[in-house]
């Protein structure tokens, strides 16, 4: 159980990160808790394949964080096709 609140207050930080970053305000929270685990997902696969890895939470709201914003662009980009 604890890991699981972990996850969701890391998704959380990198999900509002993203928010700010891509739009200049946040989503709400529970589109950033769900674009911030997801950004994990995805950030970690990223950053895998560029044979990077992120110890301990600040790396890991990182790789989240650059996930979170890899998924609002490719959101944006669909959008507008």
């Given at each position: 159980?604890?890991?699981?609140?972990?996850?969701?207050?890391?998704?959380?930080?990198?999900?509002?990160?993203?928010?700010?970053?891509?739009?200049?305000?946040?989503?709400?929270?529970?589109?950033?808790?769900?674009?911030?685990?997801?950004?994990?997902?995805v950030?970690?696969?990223?950053?895998?394949?560029?044979?990077?890895?992120?110890?301990?939470?600040?790396?890991?709201?990182?790789?989240?964080?650059?996930?979170?914003?890899?998924?609002?662009?490719?959101?944006?980009?669909?959008?507008?096709?």
């Amino acid at each position: 159980m604890g890991g699981l609140i972990y996850w969701i207050l890391v998704g959380l930080i990198a999900g509002w990160l993203a928010g700010q970053v891509m739009k200049g305000g946040g989503y709400g929270v529970v589109v950033d808790i769900v674009l911030g685990i997801l950004g994990g997902i995805v950030g970690g696969f990223v950053f895998g394949l560029l044979g990077l890895h992120a110890g301990g939470t600040i790396g890991q709201i990182i790789v989240a964080f650059v996930g979170a914003v890899i998924l609002v662009w490719i959101a944006r980009k669909l959008k507008k096709a």
